[in-house]
């Protein structure tokens, strides 16, 4: 091997090495990075109930009710499987509606999860409002589609809008 | 395999000439594209069913971040090279992308957060994806700092160039956190192999940023390494008879 072929297997080696251990690193680290757990994860006692987590799912359709005379609001999260009914006290980010993705970090108090903080997970479609009107059937009978095989107790009627 | 076209192009003067020729191309172009998609983000494209007008900064931040990864792998590959065939204008292309890549980092994090504010309702959260792009950063001062640590040139350049090549990792980090991990950061609209998740009225603008960020760091780059020659080949002969 000339030195310019072995400069070269160790430039290779470097950038192998590093990606091997990475890997290895982010499987070991892999729950750490989950940034939050689904509504079917908490049911299913994966989420810590002593500490603090995060919850994430969609705002069921019809369940946002705002208490009158203060900021609390209570709504339901939905991941299509499970629910998970949160409350919570504050100003909520201006993506937060119905139907909509978010993310509320808190504890669980019973069967309650009581939020100190809701944010709003925006998806990946961008488009305009006539565009968005046009796409609503097509939409709900998608989400209605994805909800069907879950159990018929848990899963919130997603095209009753 | 015979490498002498390799080294011609990689001779300073050279390259200097090159550079000068090409740099007011790239810039002209890229100032034409950037006003243009300005106009047409700004002004001509429909406001989002979501978001509103708020969605704008897209125009800004998505093609920063773009541009703030490309950056990065154009670094770690001229440090590369430069390592393997002993290249110094290589090591200098490398040290000439770092200071706009690290801009450009900088500009797709504050936009983000910006942005961030009022629809998520935070300025930052720890997920995979910021994270790694705040990495980056680091990765981009990291690089920096290395190498105005050194007072010998050569030493400088083959320590930086092992430090780019070991973070060039995080790149697909970066790029495939939003897929591999439950992040806050949606998944990408642009960049995946179906049809794009962003209206084609939102996407035009959006591909003409991109191409106009693209030409002005082929223009800073261009501008920027012509300076490193200049300071690397401060006493060699070439210069003294151009001068």
């Given at each position: 091997?000339?030195?310019?072929q072995k400069?070269?297997?160790?430039?290779?080696?470097i950038?192998?090495?590093v990606?091997?251990?990475?890997a290895?690193?982010?499987?070991a680290?892999?729950?750490?990075?989950?940034?939050?757990?689904?509504?079917t994860q908490?049911?299913?006692?994966e989420?810590?109930a002593s500490r603090?987590?995060?919850v994430?799912g969609?705002v069921e359709n019809?369940?946002?009710?705002?208490q009158?005379?203060s900021?609390?609001v209570?709504?339901?999260?939905?991941?299509?499987?499970?629910?998970?009914?949160?409350?919570?006290?504050?100003?909520l980010?201006?993506?937060?509606?119905?139907?909509?993705g978010v993310i509320?970090?808190?504890k669980?108090?019973?069967?309650?999860?009581v939020?100190?903080?809701v944010?709003a997970?925006?998806?990946?479609?961008?488009?305009?409002?006539?565009?968005?009107?046009?796409?609503?059937?097509?939409?709900?009978?998608?989400?209605s589609?994805?909800?069907?095989?879950?159990?018929?107790?848990?899963?919130p009627?997603?095209?009753?809008? | 395999?015979?490498?002498t076209?390799f080294?011609?192009?990689?001779?300073p003067?050279?390259?200097?000439r090159?550079?000068?020729?090409?740099?007011?191309w790239?810039?002209?172009?890229?100032?034409?594209?950037?006003?243009l998609?300005?106009?047409?983000g700004?002004?001509?494209?429909p406001?989002?069913?979501?978001?509103g007008?708020g969605f704008?900064?897209l125009?800004v931040?998505?093609?920063?971040a773009?541009m703030?990864?490309?950056?990065?792998?154009?670094?770690a590959?001229?440090?590369?090279v430069?390592?393997?065939?002993?290249?110094?204008?290589?090591?200098?292309?490398?040290?000439a992308?770092?200071?706009?890549?690290?801009?450009f980092?900088?500009?797709?994090?504050?936009?983000g957060?910006?942005?961030g504010?009022?629809m998520?309702?935070?300025?930052?959260?720890?997920?995979?994806?910021?994270?790694?792009e705040?990495?980056?950063?680091?990765?981009?001062?990291g690089?920096m700092?290395?190498?105005?640590?050194?007072?010998?040139?050569?030493?400088?350049?083959?320590a930086?160039?092992?430090?780019?090549?070991?973070?060039?990792i995080n790149?697909?980090?970066i790029?495939?956190?939003?897929?591999w991990?439950?992040?806050?950061h949606?998944p990408?609209s642009?960049?995946?192999f179906?049809?794009p998740?962003?209206?084609?009225a939102m996407?035009?603008?959006l591909?003409?940023m991109?191409a106009?960020?693209?030409l002005?760091?082929?223009w800073?780059?261009?501008?920027?390494?012509?300076?490193e020659i200049l300071?690397?080949e401060r006493?060699?002969?070439?210069?003294k008879e151009a001068a």
């Open positions: 091997m000339t030195p310019r400069r070269m297997v160790t430039v290779v080696a950038v192998a090495g990606g091997i251990a990475t290895f690193a982010l499987k680290f892999n729950q750490n990075l989950l940034y939050y757990y689904s509504p908490v049911h299913a006692g989420a810590p603090a987590i995060r994430g969609l019809g369940s946002l009710k705002r009158p005379g900021m609390e209570t709504f339901i999260l939905t991941d299509y499987r499970q629910t998970v009914p949160v409350s919570y006290t504050g100003v980010p201006d993506l937060f509606r119905e139907g909509q509320a970090r808190g669980m108090d019973g069967n309650r999860f939020a100190e903080e944010l997970k925006h998806d990946e479609n961008y488009m305009p409002p006539e565009v968005a009107d046009s796409l609503k059937p097509h939409m709900d009978a998608a989400n589609a994805t909800g069907a095989p879950a159990t018929a107790a848990a899963t009627a997603p095209g009753s809008t | 395999m015979s490498w076209w080294h011609k192009l990689a001779s003067p050279h390259a200097y090159i550079l000068g020729t090409i740099a007011p790239f810039g002209w172009a890229s100032l034409a594209l950037i006003l998609a300005t106009w047409w700004l002004v001509k494209a406001a989002d069913y979501q978001q007008d704008r900064i125009y931040h998505a093609p920063s773009w703030s990864m490309f950056a990065y792998v154009v670094m590959v001229a440090a590369g430069g390592l393997v065939w002993r290249i110094k204008l290589a090591h200098a292309a490398a040290a992308c770092a200071p706009i890549g690290a801009s980092t900088f500009l797709a994090l504050a936009t957060s910006i942005w504010k009022p998520w309702g935070t300025w930052w959260v720890w997920d995979a994806r910021l994270t790694s705040l990495l980056l950063l680091f990765l981009y001062l690089y700092a290395l190498r105005a640590s050194f007072d010998d040139p050569q030493r400088a350049d083959r930086s160039a092992v430090l780019a090549l070991v973070g060039v790149v697909p980090i790029h495939y956190s939003v897929n991990w439950s992040t806050l949606q990408a642009v960049t995946k179906d049809k998740s962003i209206d084609l996407l035009i603008p591909f003409i991109i106009g960020f693209q002005y760091f082929g800073a780059v261009s501008r920027r390494l012509r300076g300071r690397r006493n060699a002969n070439w210069l």
